[in-house]
T-cell receptor, first 115, second 114 residues
Framework: AQSVTQLGSHVSVSEGALVLLRCNYS??????LFWYVQYPNQGLQLLLK??????LVKGINGFEAEFKKSETSFHLTKPSAHMSDAAEYFC?????????????FGTGTRLTIIP | DAGVIQSPRHEVTEMGQEVTLRCKPI?????LFWYRQTMMRGLELLIY????????DSGMPEDRFSAKMPNASFSTLKIQPSEPRDSAVYFC????????????FGPGTRLTVL
């Protein structure tokens, strides 16, 4: 069975500061991992995904995430926060074995940017 | 290309009424997923289809909920009768087989049951 834990339901950072959103996963097989972003009153939009190629994955809007198998982590970072980054962020895991098509989502982290 | 299309975007109804939510997946996608999002329970998978066939409906909360996919370009989620606790945002998502399980989400339908 797969699961995702996002530490911190709310994170606040100052504009220009480092953004770090934490995600730990559990999976019985090598996983696919995703970060989605949800802006107010919108659907979820893919930020980036890990598909067993490079462990450091770059996404849209300057975000990146590093897959660390030993720590079962896939934390999301951005060097310098922008006001437009304020949103809710979801980490998700999917198993790579055939027949498992579901994504399991974390509970989300709401990111607030302080001017 | 058009993304996932959902209608209506907002629905307000009274308890006991039937509600039908609609979804058009991205053309060529083989899988379709229905989710519900609430503050209390977060994002929950209700049901998903592969090639128009329901694969897993274990997330459907009650018999009041039903979903159909009559063809590759259309799906409905029906609630009959609706209750106030069904108030939520309902998302539809689709994906193509073999694409690393990446799902594309629609804008959602905000349902309010009075």
């Amino acid at each position: 069975a797969q699961s995702v834990t996002q530490l911190g339901s709310h994170v606040s950072v100052s504009e220009g500061a480092l953004v770090l959103l934490r995600c730990n996963y559990s999976s019985s097989v090598p996983p696919y991992l995703f970060w989605y972003v949800q802006y107010p009153n919108q659907g979820l939009q893919l930020l980036l995904k890990y598909t067993s190629a490079a462990t450091l994955v770059k996404g849209i809007n300057g975000f990146e995430a590093e897959f660390k198998k030993s720590e079962t982590s896939f934390h999301l970072t951005k060097p310098s926060a922008h006001m437009s980054d304020a949103a809710e962020y979801f980490c998700a895991v999917s198993e790579t074995n055939f027949g498992n098509e579901k994504l399991t989502f974390g509970t989300g982290t709401r990111l607030t940017i302080i001017p | 290309d058009a993304g996932v299309i959902q209608s209506p975007r907002h629905e307000v109804t009274e308890m006991g009424q039937e509600v039908t939510l609609r979804c058009k997946p991205i053309s060529g996608h083989d899988y379709l997923f229905w989710y519900r999002q609430t503050m209390m329970r977060g994002l929950e998978l209700l049901i998903y289809f592969n090639n128009n066939v329901p694969i897993d409906d274990s997330g459907m909360p009650e018999d009041r909920f039903s979903a159909k996919m009559p063809n590759a370009s259309f799906s409905t989620l029906k609630i009959q009768p609706s209750e106030p606790r069904d108030s939520a945002v309902y998302f539809c998502a689709s994906r193509k087989a073999g694409e690393y399980n990446e799902q594309f989400f629609g804008p959602g339908t905000r349902l309010t049951v009075l």
